[in-house]
């Protein structure tokens, strides 16, 4: 084996003669530094962002640092690809020295975990490789911008407080912009012999000096609340960052670069290219054509005259824009009010209408008749119930057994009375409400100016009725009373209180779905219920049964009292009658004499003998013995007196 020799530094291309491979290391140096300096600042942001945003999670302070951070690392991002250029550069220009080794000398056996994947069928080169490349880092630190930036994002803003600390925050922000105002310079005035990056690096720091100009009007004005003005900065790195993202994404379908060919510069962005003053998109658009697809659009007379006639043609077009606005369609369901130099003048219904445009006019577009439902307990930020199939099972709002609890009732206390005591007692009442806006004019007038939110107002004052309706009213009251009179008192109530507010919101019904005690309190209450009822119902059942004694003994009373009467006009009628009688038996004795006393005597005899058996024995047979009655008995003759008067005495008489 002959010894190893140290092979003497290549010569330099003639590429290594220009000054970007002669300045190469000194840049290289530069942007480490500055690489390393950002890093720090973009640490230090983070951590106060989330110190704030673990203290006050609305406050603005937040998404500002998380903004200027994320454009940091845009910007650091940059300058590290450019470092890693500058590093390539620097090697090509001055090549570290090389051991060769002897061809003769064999190569190392493979050890065993090389066999063991070699028998993997995944070529884990070219995954160690594809990881590597600048096109998987630019995406991966461009995802990490996006969560940064999205991660603060906010709708709604607290007021900063009064104090030296924005103003200290102002007065480093401007001192930032000097230093970031100087180095875009510096990059601008780079020629691309000495470093071809600085021309892509120069708009990314344009992009952060624009985030933090646009940082600077949240801090200055405390009281400015939108959330536009303080996600304005946000919006432009996240622009950017899905720029990013793209174009590294897109790198990994492009060819590899050949041996000894620069490394590409690929954290570059188009959009903060178009950060200058004044914007020349057209110019670009032709820089592009011209320089991909050598298509000249200055020789084409077409773009020569477009380009002559944009400015007017868009002055045109955008008074046309404007003057359209001040067409406004209405549909059917709603209602519209013109505001003329913003003083309402008149109702539109619906259909196409035209005035002033904007902002001399305007319309404030309301409601036309839609019919809300509102129960008085729900809250104002309650998700709403999903729609359930009608093959489903039934909805949780539709239980109204009193043990559940459910989300829209609404706790109040009502009077309560023990013995001789007053004391408070709570209900839970579910009521709800029928509204719409009037459909006058003035009733749209006042719903839209007179009030915010008129769910929150008719929620309100309903909760005020229903106090003063259940202040006076007892727990057997409430649920003894119709629901019908409750709910017609509550809903002329809450009319009359929404009327006087003018708020123009007309309650079409009230409805009393549930009035019951808490579900912590429904068993008890159901147990005093069953002994009200059984004690209810043992009264009634005593008293029926009195009642029932009465009924019978007053019946009992009558009927003697009338069978004594009966029989006392009977007895006085007979009485009467005989009185009569005897008068006239008088009258005609006195008259006839012994006549008619014969005649009296036969007819009663007649009546008497009438219908009686009769055995007449002549007194004259024989004139020797005395009368004979004959006692033997004659079953013939007996049974025909039997058969003729089975009930009555044989009579024997003598003449």
Same mark, same amino acid.
């Not at 991660?151 to 001192?175: M, T």
């Not at 406004?328 to 005035?355: C, D, K, M, W």
């Not at 123009?504 to 009035?515: F, K, M, R």
């Given at each position: 084996?002959?010894?190893?020799?140290?092979?003497?530094?290549?010569?330099?291309?003639?590429?290594?003669?220009?000054?970007?491979?002669?300045?190469?290391?000194?840049?290289?140096?530069?942007?480490?530094?500055?690489?390393?300096?950002?890093?720090?600042?973009?640490?230090?942001?983070?951590?106060?962002?989330?110190?704030?945003?673990?203290?006050?999670?609305?406050?603005?302070?937040?998404?500002?640092?998380?903004?200027?951070?994320?454009?940091?690392?845009?910007?650091?991002?940059?300058?590290?690809?450019?470092?890693?250029?500058?590093?390539?550069?620097?090697?090509?220009?001055?090549?570290?020295?090389?051991?060769?080794?002897?061809?003769?000398?064999?190569?190392?056996?493979?050890?065993?975990?090389?066999?063991?994947?070699?028998?993997?069928?995944?070529?884990?080169?070219?995954?160690?490789?594809?990881?590597?490349?600048?096109?998987?880092?630019?995406?991966?630190?461009?995802?990490?911008?996006?969560?940064?930036?999205?991660?603060?994002?906010?709708?709604?803003?607290?007021?900063?407080?009064?104090?030296?600390?924005?103003?200290?925050?102002?007065?480093?922000?401007?001192?930032?912009?000097?230093?970031?105002?100087?180095?875009?310079?510096?990059?601008?005035?780079?020629?691309?012999?000495?470093?071809?990056?600085?021309?892509?690096?120069?708009?990314?720091?344009?992009?952060?000096?624009?985030?933090?100009?646009?940082?600077?009007?949240?801090?200055?004005?405390?009281?400015?609340?939108?959330?536009?003005?303080?996600?304005?900065?946000?919006?432009?790195?996240?622009?950017?960052?899905?720029?990013?993202?793209?174009?590294?994404?897109?790198?990994?379908?492009?060819?590899?670069?050949?041996?000894?060919?620069?490394?590409?510069?690929?954290?570059?962005?188009?959009?903060?290219?178009?950060?200058?003053?004044?914007?020349?998109?057209?110019?670009?658009?032709?820089?592009?054509?011209?320089?991909?697809?050598?298509?000249?659009?200055?020789?084409?007379?077409?773009?020569?005259?477009?380009?002559?006639?944009?400015?007017?043609?868009?002055?045109?077009?955008?008074?046309?824009?404007?003057?359209?606005?001040?067409?406004?369609?209405?549909?059917?369901?709603?209602?519209?009010?013109?505001?003329?130099?913003?003083?309402?003048?008149?109702?539109?219904?619906?259909?196409?209408?035209?005035?002033?445009?904007?902002?001399?006019?305007?319309?404030?577009?309301?409601?036309?008749?839609?019919?809300?439902?509102?129960?008085?307990?729900?809250?104002?930020?309650?998700?709403?119930?999903?729609?359930?199939?009608?093959?489903?099972?039934?909805?949780?709002?539709?239980?109204?057994?009193?043990?559940?609890?459910?989300?829209?009732?609404?706790?109040?206390?009502?009077?309560?009375?023990?013995?001789?005591?007053?004391?408070?007692?709570?209900?839970?009442?579910?009521?709800?409400?029928?509204?719409?806006?009037?459909?006058?004019?003035?009733?749209?007038?006042? /719903?839209?100016?007179?009030?915010?939110?008129?769910? =929150? *107002?008719?929620? %309100?004052?309903?909760? !005020?009725? &229903?106090? +003063?309706?259940?202040?006076?009213?007892?727990?057997?009251?409430?649920?003894?009373?119709?629901?019908?009179?409750?709910?017609?008192?509550?809903?002329?109530?809450?009319?009359?209180?929404?009327?006087?507010?003018?708020?123009?919101?007309?309650?079409?019904?009230?409805?009393?779905?549930?009035?019951?005690?808490?579900?912590?309190?429904?068993?008890?209450?159901?147990?005093?219920?069953?002994?009200?009822?059984?004690?209810?119902?043992?009264?009634?059942?005593?008293?029926?049964?009195?009642?029932?004694?009465?009924?019978?003994?007053?019946?009992?009373?009558?009927?003697?009292?009338?069978?004594?009467?009966?029989?006392?006009?009977?007895?006085?009628?007979?009485?009467?009658?005989?009185?009569?009688?005897?008068?006239?038996?008088?009258?005609?004795? /006195?008259?006839?004499?012994?006549?008619?006393?014969? =005649? *009296?005597?036969? %007819?009663?005899?007649? !009546?008497? &003998?009438? +219908?009686?058996?009769?055995?007449?024995?002549?007194?004259?047979?024989?004139?020797?013995?005395?009368?004979?009655?004959?006692?033997?008995?004659?079953?013939?003759?007996?049974?025909?007196?039997?058969?003729?008067?089975?009930?009555?005495?044989?009579?024997?008489?003598?003449?």
């Amino acid at each position: 084996m002959q010894p190893s020799q140290i092979s003497e530094p290549a010569q330099p291309s003639p590429l290594t003669s220009h000054a970007r491979y002669s300045l190469a290391k000194t840049q290289a140096m530069l942007t480490a530094r500055l690489v390393f300096g950002l890093s720090a600042s973009i640490f230090l942001m983070i951590v106060v962002a989330l110190i704030v945003s673990m203290f006050e999670s609305s406050s603005r302070w937040t998404t500002l640092l998380s903004s200027n951070a994320a454009v940091l690392i845009l910007l650091a991002i940059s300058f590290y690809n450019a470092q890693r250029i500058c590093q390539w550069r620097a090697e090509v220009y001055s090549p570290s020295q090389k051991i060769e080794i002897p061809a003769d000398e064999a190569e190392p056996l493979p050890t065993v975990y090389q066999r063991l994947a070699a028998l993997i069928p995944i070529n884990f080169k070219r995954i160690n490789t594809l990881l590597k490349s600048d096109g998987i880092w630019l995406g991966s630190m461009s995802v990490f911008v996006l969560f940064v930036t999205l991660v603060s994002w906010g709708e709604h803003y607290l007021p900063l407080d009064e104090g030296n600390l924005r103003w200290f925050a102002v007065g480093c922000i401007a001192a930032a912009m000097f230093v970031t105002l100087v180095a875009e310079r510096h990059l601008a005035a780079t020629v691309n012999e000495a470093w071809p990056e600085a021309k892509y690096l120069a708009p990314i720091v344009r992009l952060t000096l624009a985030v933090q100009l646009l940082t600077l009007p949240p801090l200055i004005f405390p009281g400015a609340n939108m959330s536009l003005l303080v996600n304005l900065p946000a919006i432009l790195v996240v622009l950017v960052a899905i720029e990013f993202l793209l174009r590294g994404l897109f790198s990994l379908f492009t060819p590899p670069r050949e041996e000894g060919d620069e490394p590409a510069f690929l954290a570059q962005s188009q959009l903060a290219a178009q950060l200058v003053w004044p914007p020349r998109p057209l110019l670009f658009l032709q820089h592009e054509l011209h320089h991909h697809f050598g298509i000249d659009l200055r020789q084409l007379w077409a773009f020569t005259v477009l380009r002559r006639a944009f400015l007017p043609v868009l002055a045109v077009m955008m008074l046309c824009g404007w003057l359209l606005t001040g067409m406004q369609q209405i549909s059917a369901t709603q209602r519209g009010i013109y505001e003329r130099f913003g003083n309402p003048v008149a109702v539109l219904s619906s259909g196409l209408h035209y005035g002033l445009p904007w902002p001399f006019g305007q319309v404030m577009l309301t409601e036309n008749g839609q019919v809300h439902e509102l129960a008085a307990g729900e809250e104002s930020d309650t998700t709403p119930e999903p729609l359930t199939s009608a093959e489903g099972k039934a909805p949780a709002s539709a239980d109204r057994l009193w043990d559940a609890i459910h989300s829209f009732d609404k706790a109040q206390i009502i009077a309560s009375q023990s013995g001789s005591q007053q004391s408070l007692q709570i209900i839970n009442s579910d009521v709800r409400f029928m509204w719409r806006i009037g459909l006058t004019d003035g009733a749209a007038l006042a /719903a839209t100016y007179h009030s915010i939110n008129l769910p =929150e *107002l008719i929620r %309100s004052t309903a909760n !005020q009725v &229903l106090v +003063h309706q259940f202040s006076s009213l007892t727990l057997e009251q409430l649920l003894g009373e119709q629901r019908n009179d409750l709910a017609l008192q509550i809903n002329r109530a809450v009319q009359q209180k929404l009327d006087d507010l003018h708020s123009g919101v007309e309650l079409l019904s009230t409805v009393v779905e549930a009035i019951h005690p808490p579900a912590g309190a429904a068993d008890a209450f159901h147990g005093v219920q069953a002994a009200q009822i059984s004690a209810q119902a043992l009264i009634s059942r005593e008293r029926g049964h009195a009642a029932e004694l009465a009924a019978s003994a007053q019946t009992t009373a009558t009927t003697r009292q009338n069978q004594a009467q009966m029989n006392a006009t009977d007895v006085t009628s007979i009485a009467q009658s005989t009185a009569v009688r005897f008068a006239a038996q008088k009258q005609a004795v /006195a008259q006839s004499g012994q006549v008619f006393v014969d =005649e *009296l005597w036969f %007819s009663q005899l007649r !009546q008497t &003998l009438g +219908h009686s058996p009769l055995l007449i024995i002549d007194h004259r047979i024989g004139a020797d013995s005395p009368p004979t009655i004959d006692l033997r008995e004659f079953p013939s003759l007996n049974e025909a007196a039997r058969r003729d008067a089975p009930s009555k005495s044989t009579q024997e008489s003598s003449r």
